[in-house]
């Protein structure tokens, strides 16, 4: 399964509204997450099972979608936020995962 | 508090064998659900998962490296390790290990990563 995510650089002011997209060469149906990564640090798991926010993550994250079709939106950007994310999608058996190219948000 | 810690030679030459240690504390592998993956990201900053191991001590591998990589586990020292086989200047990448568990999938819990470079 292929993951592609768009678009690659997504450039927005503090305060406003980001939409990132992540679409499955398949269905994956709700079994994709997201991460957020900043320079020097790991990922960081901000979502999973499509829309189920991780332990921590604030509420101004919010993913949505299923099948081949999903968004993360970040409600009202922080300075914080700025990032790249990446989604990844999760076979449940056998395990398997795959991760999008990502999206830098600057 | 979940912790990871991935080591190993920083360095290796082609051909040879590498050996990542993945130390972690906070939880157990013996613990129902437990999983630990090890996912690399190479210097152009893709992310690319390689190798899982369940607390059952099932074994998952991507379908690429499959042939390349060995997943343990020593569940008394709190230990993950991974072996890739036939190094190539194109495996340098940073080396992550990170936790799962099978109620959400999602990778919760990672180390800081190692950075290991096959070169002659």
């Known amino acids: 399964i292929v993951m592609t995510q768009s678009p690659a650089t997504l450039s927005v002011s503090p305060g406003e509204r980001a939409t990132l997209s992540c679409r499955a060469s398949?269905?994956?149906?709700?079994?994709l997450a997201w991460y957020q990564q900043k320079p020097g640090q790991p990922p960081r798991l901000l979502i999973y099972?499509?829309?189920t926010r991780a332990t921590g993550v604030p509420a101004r994250f919010s993913g949505a979608g299923s099948g081949t079709e999903f968004t993360l939106t970040i409600s009202s950007l922080q300075s914080e936020d700025f990032a790249v994310y990446y989604c990844?999608?999760?076979?449940?058996?056998?395990?398997?995962?795959?991760f999008g190219q990502g999206t830098k948000l600057e | 508090q979940v912790t990871l810690r991935e080591s190993g030679p920083a360095l290796v030459k082609p051909t040879q064998t590498l050996t990542l240690t993945c130390s972690f504390s906070?939880?157990?592998?013996?613990?129902?659900?437990?999983?630990v993956s090890w996912v690399r990201q190479t210097p152009g900053k893709a992310l690319e998962w390689l190798a899982m191991?369940?607390?059952?001590?099932?074994?998952y591998y991507t379908t690429a490296l499959k042939t390349r990589l060995t997943i343990s586990k020593d569940t008394a020292n709190n230990q993950v390790v991974l072996t890739m086989t036939n190094m190539d200047p194109l495996d340098t990448a940073t080396y992550y290990c990170?936790?799962?568990?099978?109620?959400?999938?999602?990778?919760?819990?990672w180390g800081q990563g190692t950075l290991v470079i096959v070169s002659s």
């Open positions: 398949q269905s994956v149906t709700s079994n």
């Open positions: 990844q999608q999760y076979k449940n058996w056998p395990p398997l995962y795959t």
């Open positions: 990170a936790r799962s568990h099978t109620s959400s999938w999602g990778l919760e819990s």
């Open positions: 099972g499509a829309s």
């Open positions: 906070g939880f157990s592998l013996g613990t129902s659900g437990m999983c």
């Open positions: 191991i369940d607390w059952e001590d099932d074994k």
